[in-house]
């Protein structure tokens, strides 16, 4: 069975800085794009940034500069930094695989999200 896993998130003060992480389980052969979406109270979730394959990469106009994705395409494993945190950026924050090819066919995936919380 092919699922993603988050990791990373907590509390962490305004201004302050994280690492989210989303790791693969079970047999991938390729993944055309993952990103990170995220989902505050009250709000709709809405896309972070992603990067495709050949590593090129979009974000959200209110993370650019200060947000980074990368992925790891050896272990399907993908990578959010998050720079200057903003209290309105707490959100569960989940991982998206677009165009993931295994056994069973290509199919898109989410994670279950990482809860991070911008308070001081």
């Known amino acids: 069975q092919v699922q993603f896993v988050e990791s990373g998130g907590g509390l962490v003060q305004p201004g302050g800085s994280l690492r989210l992480s989303c790791a693969a389980s079970?047999?991938?052969?390729?993944?055309?794009?993952m990103g990170w979406y995220r989902q505050g109270p009250g709000k709709e979730r809405e896309l972070v940034a992603h990067?495709?394959?050949?590593?090129?990469?979009t974000y959200a106009d209110s993370v650019k500069g200060r947000f980074t994705i990368s992925r790891d395409n050896a272990n399907y494993l993908d990578y959010l930094f998050m720079n200057n945190l903003k209290p309105e950026e707490t959100a569960v924050y989940y991982c998206?695989?677009?165009?993931?090819?295994?056994?069973?066919?290509?199919?898109?995936?989410w994670g279950q999200g990482t809860q991070v919380t911008v308070s001081s």
């Open positions: 990067i495709s394959t050949d590593g090129s990469t």
């Open positions: 998206y695989a677009n165009g993931v090819n295994t056994r069973l066919g290509i199919g898109d995936y």
């Open positions: 079970g047999t991938i052969f390729s993944i055309y794009a």
